[in-house]
């Protein structure tokens, strides 16, 4: 029985006018070849201002 390992879970936080987002999605789907060979990536967008996009962000320490 072969296993298939679980895509790698990615998050892109996209700011408007973020040029390192699209250098981001650009990198991604270049490696989206990997599937071919059972390496699964999954990507999502979310938004820096919405609370989801901020969820994953550190909270700044006083």
Do not use: K, Y
């Amino acid at each position: 029985m072969t296993t298939v390992p679980r895509p790698v879970q990615v998050a892109v936080v996209e700011n408007p006018g973020c040029h390192f987002c699209d250098d981001a999605h650009a990198g991604l789907a270049g490696l989206a070849g990997l599937a071919r060979d059972g390496h699964a990536i999954q990507a999502t967008s979310l938004d820096a201002r919405a609370a989801d996009g901020q969820a994953p962000m550190p909270m700044p320490r006083s």
